[in-house]
Nanobody, 129 residues
Framework: QVQLVESGGGSVQAGGSLRLSCAAS????????MCWFRQTPGKERETVAA???????SYADSVKGRFTIYRDNAKNTLYLEMNNLEPEDTAMYYC???????????????????????RGQGTQVTVSS
């Protein structure tokens, strides 16, 4: 059974930091491109960061320089380090797996995106001003 379980969300003030984690199981994690996307009610879904199995990364312009995506293939875990958070970063954050194992510009994996091969249930991030 495939599972992606996010953790690490919470409430912080603007300028603060959070680290999200995504524990993967039930599939060959190391062979997939992994990404983080976020969604807020009434707004378009946005993929913010992606990483392939070799560690090549890509970021959306909205988070470049503030967010860092990385992965530990030995632990089947994906991370998103978020610094200098802004109220506009408030959203539910999800991790997802893409079969193509290729990143492209804009924080995305090469595949078709939503609904992704696998995705988690999300963790809420709230940034107050």
């Amino acid at each position: 059974q495939v599972q992606l379980v996010e953790s690490g969300g919470g409430s912080v003030q603007a300028g603060g930091s959070l680290r999200l984690s995504c524990a993967a199981s039930g599939y060959t994690y190391s062979s997939y491109c992994m990404c983080w996307f976020r969604q807020t009610p009434g707004k378009e879904r946005e993929t913010v960061a992606a990483i392939d199995s070799d560690g090549t990364t890509s970021y959306a312009d909205s988070v470049k320089g503030r967010f860092t995506i990385y992965r530990d293939n030995a632990k089947n875990t994906l991370y998103l380090e978020m610094n200098n958070l802004e109220p506009e970063d408030t959203a539910m954050y999800y991790c997802a797996a893409d079969r193509t194992d290729v990143v492209v510009a804009g924080g995305k994996c090469y595949g078709k995106g939503w609904p992704f091969a696998y995705r988690g249930q999300g963790t809420q991030v709230t940034v107050s001003s």
